[in-house]
């Protein structure tokens, strides 16, 4: 960084415009501030002359190099690339530029599987590979989980109740969590000190998004990798007590039974919909023509008391299970026979089949 000060400084027919650097993966450009607050200033007639110390340097993605230097260019901004001795603005340059991106992005492309078959190895061969994160209950010191103790007890609290059937506050003095947070402490396998590696993956190495792994990699649990603030028994019993509340049938007079067939209901989307805000069932509502399923929670008592259940559309509905479930055409045996519980959360609803996937739609 001060070469390229000294550099520009020492030239009498430059004006020195200042240094842009990032520390990033060169692959995306998100989350790359002083490369986009460049190319603004550039854009903006700030800056027109950018000297890099090469390619790989700009980006590591070659559709991202050639529009960036393809909107300099348009402005008549030149972007010099020391290590290959290439101007951008120059007719003959996007070639070599384009063959250089595909060699560094090659590169990355085998570091990136260099590195996932680094860490398979190490899972299958029993080495405990560790990336935590602060969560309720731990957080993370030297790459391993440490206790917080006034947390924890909170952790053992909701895990006790929930076998007991009864209810807690939230911080905010409400009577009902959101249903998707205490679902998620109460599935996490490391409050009884074990851990699932590689529950996501990176689906594309150049854009970097994770994808939710639902059979596509192998799974690897490994007991005992830190300590437990529930005991395995209590965690197993809450998950056998999930599965029973999972078998709760809504009947359309509001009244709950349990039963081995899901599907007493009128309308099954009755015993499906489930609000991810405050945990009640959906009700169906004819409004103006469209059928439409709300939260019970929200038409009883109001939005107040349910902020963030969104109205569903049956039609929409529908048109979701042709595509996603049925393979075409609506049939109400197939989401019977392959769809357990419809999770409706504020922008997304979370479809969980019985055979262990969770199919995630936008609204």
Not at 227 to 240: G, L, N, T, Y
Request: aromatic share 10%; hydrophobic share 35%.
């Amino acid at each position: 960084m001060s070469n390229y000060e000294t550099v520009i400084q020492s030239n009498l027919q430059w004006e020195y415009a200042g240094v842009y650097f990032d520390y990033g993966s060169g692959l995306r450009q998100k989350g790359r501030s002083n490369l986009e607050k460049m190319i603004n200033k550039a854009c903006a007639g700030e800056i027109d002359y950018i000297l890099t110390k090469s390619l790989s340097r700009l980006s590591r993605n070659v559709l991202d190099t050639l529009i960036i230097i393809r909107k300099l260019k348009e402005r008549g901004i030149n972007m010099y690339f020391e290590n290959e001795n290439l101007n951008s603005i120059e007719d003959e340059a996007e070639f070599a530029i384009t063959l250089s991106g595909i060699l560094a992005q090659e590169e990355s492309r085998n570091l990136s599987k260099n590195i996932q078959w680094g860490y398979q190895r190490k899972f299958e061969n029993g080495d405990i590979f560790t990336k935590y994160k602060n969560f309720m209950g731990y957080k993370c010191e030297n790459d391993s989980l440490a206790i917080i103790p006034e947390q924890a007890e909170i952790v053992k609290m909701i895990f006790n109740l929930y076998l007991d059937g009864m209810e807690i506050k939230t911080a905010t003095g409400k009577d009902v969590w959101a249903t998707y947070v205490i679902q998620k402490m109460l599935k996490n396998e490391k409050y009884k000190g074990c851990t699932m590696f590689q529950k996501t993956f990176t689906e594309d190495y150049i854009t970097g998004k994770r994808k939710v792994n639902h059979g596509e990699r192998t799974k690897y649990y490994v007991e005992d990798t830190h300590p437990a603030i529930v005991s395995k028994d209590i965690f197993d019993r809450v998950q056998e007590e999930m599965e029973r509340r999972e078998r709760i049938v809504r009947n359309d007079d509001g009244s709950i039974e349990a039963s081995k067939n899901k599907f007493n209901s009128k309308y099954i989307l009755g015993n499906l919909l489930v609000c991810g805000d405050c945990g009640a069932s959906y009700r169906r509502r004819t409004e103006r023509g469209k059928v439409l399923w709300r939260c019970a929670t929200r038409i009883g008592k109001g939005k107040q008391e349910c902020a963030l259940s969104p109205t569903l559309n049956e039609e929409w509905l529908k048109e979701g299970f042709s595509e996603l479930i049925c393979h075409g055409m609506y049939d109400e045996s197939v989401v019977k026979s392959k769809v357990g519980r419809i999770e409706v959360y504020d922008g997304h609803i979370l479809i969980k089949g019985y055979d262990g996937s969770n199919i995630k739609v936008c609204l």
